[in-house]
């Protein structure tokens, strides 16, 4: 039940890049995605930074091979997955006892939002084919059979922390012996919905989002996705390629606090990374990075700086919240940032929190700000908090 | 490792709160539409509580609390919740506010209710559960894999895993449906499979389970849980269902009863009558979608009613004739013939 699973392949797609050399070329030059919102029609154009993603549904659709009349989700889901399957080296996934297991919040709810301005008119018109993925799991079907993967497929929504639950979903399958090869992760495309959603929460920020810091306004949203290719020792080893890393560790715990707030003292965030490091067998000074939920609101970045005090006070290992390049992703979030967390053990290098300029005063730590190369960069714990309490922390060790 | 069901908490179509109303009286709704009957919510949550609970959210937490108080457990290691639509009535509200006021002067109160994450994180709330929570959205596989899911939480060690299926139909999802032509334009008598028209009929409820290692008091044990994607042959689900009777050391002749998903729309029964021509030949079926409607997470009330007739040992008086006392029971569900969930329920 313990046996090592190894990331073999990854892949990803946000506002910082379409690819993960392209991701890390801007985590690389400190530079943020954020910006005018151009290609989603929304009245909120203008009033709010957002990391979006500037490629069209019909280039997304050309690059995928999919139609461009697909939902936003899936096309970026298609993306990412194929560049970790691509980056694996496996072409025959269909093959073998193959997992996908995928996250998002919205589904096809893009497509939703244009039927939904038809329908209201008329119960009789609107496009049926724009709700016909508007279902999350429709959105992870057109992906798995793009990829001809059937042998297991499951979608998983628990608000911001879906994807890192469906990474380890696939890593305690192949640990029983259920499957070989798990491609997981999640995407989120941004949507009318989300935006105008988090808007009425009054917790996007009008400028850019600055995690950890005393003066923090809120979030941006992003979109995105990102995926691993989780594979066991037996078919690493017929990999013609070395490992990225490890998942090591992972836990899922619940705030049960309240359902959009997180609890003062970060209950379930404490739990999560807890529970994650004892799955792993570390202590929390073993951890040389922390890759932080760390959205920018004012809520989560002292929940989460509290339960990290209570876990790690008095030594503190590097933290950044990556989310001040990409926005918050919502159900790619855990997806992308597992991705920037093999990336950082591969290459020994950690990201900077951009924009921190105010320590909390809360606590003693304050996050990395410049882009740092040429560290040790052993185990990575990266942390996912959603709404309703549900805090999932992931741990990537070196091979 | 073997699972077992504990205990139960339904909200259906049916009086499935109430034993004895339910073995007596079955009921048939008309119309195209099943809606769920739901019980005085004060008996399961506080008032003030059930008061800023959207429907689905109230049908879930209400099965989940009954679920709990028959198993005796007060707090589950996990919460595992499979959802295929998720929180529909909140996200058709912030939608239509929405496009209504132009992205303007909305409230948040509808957003905040329509992740799918809702149900299983206020059944957290209300126990102050901080274990294992996570909720599936996988169309007609959400049962099925949140029920895995547990299943690798009890072999990993945790027990009295709460998991559960939850769906709801609203005005608009009944109205967008019914425009693929999945539901019958009216329903004549009682039984799905009587009527030959085109579409089956919509339903909608709510079904919680606890999970143990523990067969002590026990309904019922999940023996064997297998779900087949897109099948490309009929064929390839009766070969499954025999690979998996072999794999418990049974056959065809030990099941006492067949529950089938069998839903009364000609398009979708072709597998359904493929396999009582085939495999379940002789055998006595009870297609369940006449009790429940059809929904993707319907399987969760297939298997509350299975493990009701395997842990009471009594068949409602207007079932089908069935040899007592029951062994073993076959669930042979499919959503729109594209999700396949095969279960082998035993007595414990």
């Known amino acids: ?399 | 490792m073997k699972v077992y069901i504990r205990s139960a908490g339904n909200i259906s179509p049916q009086h499935s709160l109430d034993k004895e109303l339910f073995l007596g009286h079955r009921i048939a709704q008309g119309g195209s539409r099943m809606t769920a009957l739901e019980p005085d919510y004060t008996h399961f949550v506080d008032a003030k509580m059930i008061r800023r609970m959207s429907r689905i959210v109230k049908m879930g937490v209400a099965a989940a609390m009954e679920c709990l108080r028959a198993g005796g457990i007060q707090m589950p290691e996990a919460i595992i919740t499979g959802t295929a639509y998720g929180c529909l009535e909140d996200t058709g509200i912030f939608l239509r506010r929405m496009i209504d006021n132009k992205e303007e002067l909305l409230s948040p109160t509808a957003f905040i209710q329509s992740t799918h994450n809702t149900v299983g994180a206020q059944i957290a709330l209300l126990l102050k559960c901080h274990g294992y929570n996570n909720t599936i959205v996988h169309r007609g596989f959400s049962f099925e894999n949140a029920l895995m899911d547990a299943r690798l939480l009890l072999q990993e060690g945790a027990d009295n895993i709460l998991t559960g299926a939850v769906d709801e139909i609203t005005a608009d999802s009944h109205a967008i449906l019914s425009r693929f032509g999945i539901y019958k334009k009216e329903m004549h008598g009682p039984g799905i499979p009587e009527d030959q028209k085109k579409g089956t009929v919509a339903g909608e409820g709510a079904s919680f389970f606890l999970l143990t290692h523990q067969a002590q008091g026990a309904l019922a044990e999940i023996r064997h849980l297998e779900t087949i994607y897109k099948p490309k042959h009929f064929g390839d689900v009766e070969n499954r269902i025999q690979q998996l009777l072999l794999e418990s050391s049974l056959t065809i002749d030990d099941v006492d009863l067949v529950i089938t998903g069998h839903n009364g729309d000609p398009a979708h029964d072709e597998i359904d009558i493929y396999l009582s021509d085939t495999i379940f030949r002789n055998k006595t079926t009870f297609p369940f979608k006449q009790l429940s409607g059809e929904y993707p997470t319907a399987s969760g009330f297939a298997l509350w009613l299975t493990s009701g007739l395997i842990g009471g040992q009594k068949a409602p008086e207007w079932f089908p004739a069935i040899p007592l006392p029951l062994k073993h029971i076959l669930i042979c569900n499919h959503d729109l013939n594209a999700h396949h969930a095969l279960y082998l329920i035993s007595a414990c």
């Open chain 1, 1 to 399: 039940m313990n046996a090592p699973v190894f990331i073999a392949g990854l892949g990803v797609v946000s506002a910082i890049g379409h690819n993960a050399q392209d991701c890390l070329g801007a985590l690389s030059m400190e530079k943020a995605g954020m910006g005018e919102l151009e290609l989603l029609r929304s009245l909120q154009q203008g009033k709010l930074p957002v990391a979006e993603i500037k490629l069209s549904n019909q280039q997304l659709a050309s690059m995928t091979g999919l139609s461009p009349g697909t939902p936003r989700t899936a096309l970026l889901s298609a993306l990412a997955a194929g560049e970790a399957i691509k980056d694996a080296g496996m072409e025959n996934v269909q093959n073998s006892r193959t997992g996908f297991i995928s996250a998002n919040t919205v589904g096809g709810m893009d497509k939703t939002e244009e039927f939904f301005e038809s329908f209201m008119k008329d119960p009789a018109s609107g496009k049926l084919h724009d709700v016909v993925h508007h279902e999350c799991g429709a959105i992870t079907e057109i992906v798995a059979d793009h990829f001809g993967i059937h042998h297991f497929i499951s979608t998983v929504s628990t608000a911001c922390s879906s994807s890192a639950n469906a990474v380890f979903t696939g890593a305690r399958m192949i640990r029983h012996g259920l499957l070989d090869i798990a491609v997981v992760g999640g995407a989120d495309a941004l949507t009318r919905f989300t935006l105008n959603g988090f808007n009425t929460l009054m917790i996007l920020d009008k400028k850019y989002c600055k995690p950890f810091d005393e003066h923090r306004n809120g979030l941006n949203l992003g979109e995105g996705a990102g995926y691993l290719v989780l594979v066991s020792e037996k078919i690493m080893k017929q990999l013609n390629k070395s490992a990225y890393c490890t998942l090591a560790g992972y836990s899922n715990a619940n705030d049960a606090y309240h359902q959009t707030a997180s609890s003062p003292e970060g209950t379930g965030s404490y739990l999560a990374m807890k529970q994650a490091l004892a799955s792993a067998g570390l202590k929390p000074g073993d951890i040389d990075y922390i890759n932080l939920h760390g959205t920018g609101t004012s809520n989560n970045d002292i929940a989460e700086g509290t339960a990290i005090k209570l876990l790690f006070d008095p030594v503190y290992p590097k933290m950044s919240s990556t989310k001040s390049f990409t926005g918050h992703t919502l159900g790619a979030s855990g997806g992308i940032e597992a991705v920037f967390s093999a990336l950082a053990i591969r290459d020994g290098i950690i990201y900077p929190n951009l924009r921190f300029e105010t320590p909390m005063k809360e606590f003693s730590f304050t996050p990395v700000v410049r882009f740092l190369k040429d560290r040790r960069v052993r185990h990575v714990l990266s942390n996912s908090f959603g709404f309703g309490g549900n805090c999932s922390s992931l741990i990537f060790s070196a091979c």
